[in-house]
């Protein structure tokens, strides 16, 4: 099935949904609305895989399989050691296609606020200082300007895997409102 589009109808009411996108383009944010709209459990993956002092969770791939094996949820597509085990699972994925300027400005706005705000995460996590900007490889700003490509890849192997999965891409927030109120709708309405 090629991509489609915010306009374009869903062929069935989803059940089992991933948001695709890079970090900081608001996958949880929307995930968060798709659950809401749809009557299901959003699981945020990020909760699953980080533990305290940003260690990652032993229990992580076990807690994705478990959920995972339910008819219904809503959760980001990320994380290479579940990536593929979820898309086996979806029957819908919603890829939050923003463009790099975007996501940018957005993930640099919710850095700063989280650490200023000292805003608690997963597991007790907090944004670390500032300067770990220029120290740490792996700092979300710099981990989103390096990755923001490799989204589109991701999509497109997943469709020559799952030729039948629906995906769909949303280039805005305004893409996404207008699929929210629109075909996500009238899926929820329609579906028996």
Do not use: C
Request: hydrophobic share 40%; charged share 20%.
């Amino acid at each position: 099935m090629p991509l489609s589009g915010p306009a374009d109808p869903l062929p069935h009411r989803p059940r089992r949904v991933l948001v695709a996108g890079t970090s900081g383009s608001g996958k949880t944010s929307l995930a968060v609305r798709i659950a809401a709209a749809l009557h299901v459990r959003h699981v945020e993956i990020d909760a699953l895989f980080h533990g305290p002092a940003w260690t990652p969770r032993p229990s992580f791939e076990r807690d994705v399989h478990h959920f995972s094996a339910g008819p219904a949820w809503v959760t980001e597509w990320q994380y290479g050691s579940v990536r593929a085990h979820l898309a086996e699972r979806a029957d819908l994925v919603v890829w939050l296609d923003l463009p790099r300027h975007r996501v940018m400005r957005q993930v640099v706005r919710r850095t700063l606020v989280r650490r200023l705000r000292r805003q608690q995460l997963w597991n007790g996590n907090i944004e670390p200082s500032l300067w770990t900007f220029f120290t740490d490889p792996d700092h979300i700003v710099r981990w989103a300007w390096l990755t923001h490509h490799k989204t589109a890849t991701r999509v497109t192997h997943l469709l020559r895997q799952h030729p039948d999965l629906t995906v769909v891409r949303l280039r805005s927030h305004r893409d996404a409102e207008a699929w929210l109120s629109g075909p996500l709708h009238h899926s929820t309405r329609h579906s028996s």
